[in-house]
């Protein structure tokens, strides 16, 4: 991916009123079902005007109230899979009979406009996108307090059969197995903290010196000053 990027605005004094600017990032969020992902990137996006949602191509049909262009992009399976023979997808996959996947062109467009997206994916998709960009993602792994207390929630949540949240368990465990391949650890003992966890790593990796352009200039002019 390339590495052209442009000066948006920030609120507050920041790196861009003194002419830099910033190329964004693919924020990764991935956790065992239950643990809180989710909730922390509906936090996230609600709150930091600067961080958008990555919007994916499907294959399956519309469910009611969903739009094109703004819950997904809904393709046909021979348009999807075209997709895949051109290189066009940073990673898809084939769930329970359809296609998902994340189209190159958008995100590179957003990171190029200094935009951070935000990815609500597992181990797999992480795998993908870090094989594709890596330098440009951060991923960051959501673990719950205990065992015990991810089957709790679970039950709170009361959408499953017994039969679905021991399904659960079982595949939870195996997706915690993943965590070694992940930047950063979170556990979620409390929502608020969880948040504010997610908040720093990211505000740090905006400020990521690989990720900053004009800073040479910026230190040139403070010279002859």
Request: charged share 25%; net charge negative.
């Amino acid at each position: 991916m390339n590495k052209e990027t442009v000066t948006f605005p920030f609120d507050g004094k920041d790196i861009y009123q003194v002419g830099m600017s910033r190329r964004g990032l693919m924020l990764i969020l991935s956790s065992p079902s239950g643990a809180g992902k989710t909730t922390i990137a509906k936090r996230l996006l609600g709150t930091d005007k600067h961080i958008t949602s990555s919007i994916s191509v499907t294959t399956r049909a519309p469910r009611p109230g969903e739009q094109e262009g703004v819950d997904y992009y809904f393709r046909s399976v021979p348009d999807f899979e075209d997709m895949i023979s051109k290189g066009a997808l940073l990673e898809y996959a084939h769930v329970f009979g359809n296609y998902y996947g994340t189209p190159c062109a958008e995100i590179e467009a957003k990171l190029n406009q200094g935009k951070d997206v935000l990815f609500d994916i597992d181990w797999q998709g992480t795998q993908q996108l870090s094989q594709k960009a890596r330098q440009d993602v951060v991923s960051i792994f959501v673990l719950p307090p205990s065992m015990e207390e991810l089957e709790k929630r679970l039950r709170l949540r009361g959408q499953d059969s017994e039969a679905v949240i021991t399904q659960r368990m079982t595949k939870n465990y195996d997706e915690m197995c993943h965590w070694e391949e992940y930047d950063y650890i979170v556990v979620n003992h409390n929502l608020e903290d969880a948040v504010a966890r997610v908040e720093a790593i990211l505000l740090a990796e905006r400020h990521r010196r690989a990720r900053l352009f004009g800073v040479g200039d910026f230190v040139q002019q403070m010279k002859k000053s």
